[in-house]
């Protein structure tokens, strides 16, 4: 059996960078009968404005585009290997279309307004602080444009306060 322990986002003790990069995460905006969760790789974490943050990319044409508008709060699930099917599923198939939870066997969590997944390791909890999206004239490096955005697709960012970090504990 195994629970969550709250901890301080210091104490996450994995690398954000093998956290994000090689383990991925589901982003999930929204709330009980109304929330999309996605795969995402890009992303980060850091301090700013005096306080631990993450930021998030997320593009219009994605169904949790308007879960990330339309609510304040998200969270970043992070899973071990043996979810890797998962998250290559709510990466690649659109929530317009499945009910991810269902399709894969996630348990979606509902916690003030945040919704999450029983069986991720690691949650944090994030309250939206800032939103703004990526303009080709801000890039200095025109060849990132051509290299992520050929399609001129851009992103938006979202940095959010982490209120609040579960992470797993087994008995």
Known sequence: MSCFKEILPENIGKN???LIDDDWM???AGEKGDYNTMTASWGGAGILWND???FIFVRPQRYTYE???KYGKYTLSFFGEKYRGVLNFC???SGREFDKAKETGLTPVFEDGYTYFAEADLVLFCEKKYADGL???NFTDKNTVEK???ARDFHKMYIGKIAKCLKKQSD
């Open 52 to 54: 631990p943050v993450s």
């Open 16 to 18: 954000i960078f093998t």
């Open 26 to 28: 589901l982003i999930t």
């Open 67 to 69: 879960f990330t508008e």
């Open 91 to 93: 990466g690649s198939h």
């Open 135 to 137: 303009r080709e004239e």
């Open 148 to 150: 992520c955005y050929p």
